[in-house]
C-alpha cells in the first residue's frame, strides 16, 4: 500500500527517475531549436524530431518485449545507454544523418520513462495502490516536464546554446540507472 511505500528506498528512488526523465521528455520541445541553430535547415530539424518520436514508439514497443524475457536491471541499463549516446550526440554530432541517427537513439532511451518506470512500479508494489502510487510518482514527472521546458529554454537564453541542457539529460540518464539499480529488488526481477 501507499504507506508502505512511502517507506521504502525504492519508492523515492522510482519518483527521482520520473522527474529526472520527465525532465528530459520536456526537453525534447527544443531539439529543433537546437538544429536550426547549429545552422542545419529546418526541414532537417523536423525529420531529427521525427528521428526522436520514432524512436520512441520502437523504444516502447521493444522495452516492453525485453522487460518480459530479461531481467529488469539489464534492460534498464541498455535503454539507458541508448539515452546517454543519444542525447549526447546532439551535443556532438554536426551531420544531419548523424542526428537522425542520435535521435532515433535517444527516443529508444525514452522507454525507461514512458514503460519501465510504470512497469517497475506495478513490480515493485504489487497491484494494490499501484494507480495510486504511479499518479503520485507520475504527477512529480509531469511537473518536471513543464518545468524543463522552460529550463532549457532558459539555459539557452544565457548560454545560446542547448548543450547544458543535453547534458543534464545525459546525466539524468546516468543517476536515474544508479538509483534504479541500487534498489530494485533482485527477487522481483
Known amino acids: 500500500d501507499l504507506k508502505t511505500a512511502l517507506k521504502m528506498p525504492v ?6 527517475a520520473m522527474l529526472a526523465l520527465q525532465f528530459v521528455s520536456g526537453s525534447v520541445q527544443h531539439i529543433s531549436g537546437h538544429i536550426t541553430n547549429i545552422g542545419i535547415s529546418p526541414i532537417t530539424a523536423a525529420t531529427v524530431v521525427s528521428g526522436v518520436m520514432i524512436g520512441a514508439a520502437v523504444g516502447k ?3 516492453g ?5 530479461f531481467k529488469t536491471r539489464l534492460v534498464l541499463l541498455v535503454y539507458c545507454i541508448m539515452g546517454v549516446i543519444g542525447w549526447s550526440g546532439l551535443i556532438g554530432f554536426k551531420s544531419s544523418s548523424l542526428l537522425i541517427f542520435s535521435a532515433f537513439v535517444l527516443g529508444l532511451g525514452q522507454g525507461v520513462c514512458l514503460v ?3 512497469y517497475i512500479i506495478r513490480q515493485e508494489f504489487g497491484e494494490k495502490d499501484y494507480s495510486n502510487i504511479l499518479s503520485i510518482i507520475n504527477m512529480l514527472g509531469a511537473f518536471a516536464m513543464s518545468a524543463s521546458v522552460y529550463l532549457v529554454g532558459l539555459f539557452f537564453d544565457q548560454t545560446g546554446s542547448y548543450n ?3 547534458m543534464i539529460n545525459t546525466a539524468a540518464y546516468i ?3 544508479i538509483v534504479m539499480f541500487l534498489t530494485i529488488q533482485k527477487n522481483k526481477e
Open 175 to 177: 543517476l536515474s540507472f
Open 65 to 69: 518485449y525485453f522487460l518480459d524475457k
Open 164 to 166: 547544458l541542457g543535453w
Open 61 to 63: 514497443i521493444s522495452i
Open 11 to 16: 519508492f523515492y528512488a522510482l519518483a527521482f
Open 116 to 118: 519501465a518506470l510504470p
